[in-house]
């Protein structure tokens, strides 16, 4: 799934941040997780999910913001997002048959 401006200024929207006054780094990083969170999706529901289904939409963008914001030090609450997240991860991986040895 192509990445866009478009995907990027929401999710920096959500995240409270001035999409015009982000800097590379952050533009990356944001990038970055929303590609994660594609690829999350894609096995969660499937790779030919609806892109342009308004709670698809809804879930990259509070996925990916979760990712951005997971990122250093983190609260109780946020760790256990994240663990969700990476656990949820690692079981999709397995179940495509990535993680084999």
Same mark, same amino acid.
């Given at each position: 799934? $192509?990445? %866009? %401006?478009?995907?990027?200024?929401?999710?920096?929207?959500?995240?409270?941040?001035?999409?015009?006054?982000?800097?590379?780094?952050?533009?990356? %990083?944001?990038?970055?997780?929303?590609? +994660?969170?594609?690829?999350?999706?894609?096995? $969660?529901?499937?790779?030919?999910?609806?892109?342009?289904?308004?709670?698809?939409?809804?879930?990259?963008?509070?996925?990916? $913001?979760?990712?951005?914001?997971?990122? @250093?030090?983190?609260?109780?609450?946020?760790? +256990?997002?994240?663990?969700?997240? +990476?656990?949820?991860?690692?079981?999709?991986?397995?179940?495509? @048959?990535?993680?084999?040895?």
């Amino acid at each position: 799934m $192509a990445l %866009n %401006n478009s995907i990027t200024q929401e999710v920096a929207e959500y995240l409270g941040i001035d999409f015009n006054e982000i800097d590379p780094i952050v533009e990356s %990083n944001l990038r970055r997780q929303i590609s +994660a969170a594609d690829f999350y999706l894609c096995g $969660a529901i499937g790779k030919s999910y609806d892109s342009e289904d308004p709670r698809v939409k809804e879930l990259r963008i509070m996925i990916a $913001a979760e990712l951005y914001s997971s990122r @250093g030090v983190m609260s109780a609450k946020q760790d +256990a997002a994240f663990r969700r997240i +990476a656990s949820d991860f690692l079981l999709q991986l397995r179940l495509e @048959g990535r993680g084999d040895d």
